[in-house]
């Protein structure tokens, strides 16, 4: 690991003020889950670390009917889990977040860690860069092994997938994230954070070099609504999904008036499927609606040429996400 300095601030005004006005200068440390094992392997290489753990605002739970549920960026993913106002109101968000990775992970990964980590492609974890390009411009991803690579949004440069788990089921409620810098706060769509970089210079994400983000709001869902979280997985123990499935279904007595459907793990961002929404509005679920929901969703799916599997996989994640949310899920 290369040298570096180390700040802890004690206030947010102090941490954006320590960041770089570039990638590369400094690197937000919360769990340091992601980040560390990036500058273990020499794949970021930041000239300082600013430690946000001291700042207690950046903590909590809260909930109010009219907000919804204020998520602070610190808050780990067990906390999230175990939380008795996330199981109430928002279950397939304690769901997701307790299924995530492993137990050893989710006591130290952050939620704000969780919206910001950067993709498992091996391409990038093994040095050639975000975008995988060869000298000649051609991409090593289309060249090489690309069996867990996108299959939804991969017209190119970028092939990586999304690899957050918790972000799905945060779109799929509608929730926004809340983020901090020089010029003071700024809140967006969580859908509208993840964005597919077109160069290699750019990032995954809306985030400027000297921002941090504070916390995420997850609105109140209405009542009548059905959630459910699934993920397709080759062991149930750690390991990464290849295709994961967040629904929301808002009823009308046994019809669906509106949905959300959201997938990971598939994209270089959060998938949302307006198609499989689309093919669930004004129906009543069953094994057929479910399948062509999962049908829908994957219409647009392109191999890259190994991993043609994953098209089926997303298709099933999606078709039980709806049947679990129907018979009650998670909600």
């Known amino acids: 690991m290369r040298a570096f300095e180390y700040a802890s601030p004690k206030q947010k005004q102090q941490a954006v003020g320590l960041l770089g006005q570039q990638w590369g200068d400094a690197e937000v440390l919360a769990g340091g889950s992601d980040l560390l094992a ?5 794949i970021v290489h930041p000239k300082r670390l600013v430690n946000v753990k001291e700042l207690p605002e950046l903590r909590g739970i809260t909930f109010n009917a009219s907000r919804g549920l204020r998520i602070g960026s610190l808050m780990t993913l067990s906390e999230i889990s175990e939380d008795a106002q996330v199981k109430e109101h928002h279950p397939m968000l304690a769901h997701a977040a307790g299924e995530a990775a492993s137990p050893q992970i989710r006591n130290v990964a952050t939620i704000g860690g969780n919206m910001c980590q950067r993709p498992r492609c091996w391409w990038f974890r093994n040095g050639f860069g975000l975008l995988a390009t060869a000298p000649d411009g051609k991409s090593l991803v289309l060249q090489g092994d690309n069996r867990y690579h996108a299959i939804l949004g991969n017209d190119g440069p970028a092939y990586f997938v999304s690899p957050s788990s918790l972000a799905p089921a945060l779109i799929a409620y509608n929730a926004r994230i809340r983020l901090f810098g020089p010029k003071g706060p700024r809140e967006i769509p969580l859908e509208k954070f993840f964005v597919i970089p077109k160069s290699e210079n750019e990032r995954e994400h809306d985030l400027r070099p000297n921002e941090i983000v504070t916390d995420v709001i997850v609105p109140a869902p209405p009542s009548g609504v059905k959630a459910s979280h699934y993920e397709v997985r080759q062991k149930a123990a750690f390991d990464w999904p290849y295709a ?4 929301v279904l808002d009823m009308n007595g046994d019809t669906v008036r509106s949905a959300r459907v959201v997938m990971s793990h598939v994209a270089p961002i959060p998938w949302v499927s307006n198609e499989a929404a689309q093919a669930l509005a004004g ?49």
């Not at 994961?244 to 629904?247: E, G, I, P, Y």
């Not at 609606?289 to 099933?316: C, E, F, M, P, W």
Request: proline share 0%.
């Open 38 to 42: 990036l500058m273990k392997d020499d």
């Open 244 to 247: 994961t499935a967040s629904v």
């Open 283 to 331: 129906k009543t679920i069953s094994e057929q609606t479910a399948d062509a929901a999962g049908a829908a969703a994957v219409a647009n799916a392109k191999s890259l040429g190994r991993n043609k599997y994953k098209i089926k996989l997303a298709h099933v994640a999606v078709k039980r996400a709806v049947l679990q949310a129907a018979k009650g899920g998670q909600a």
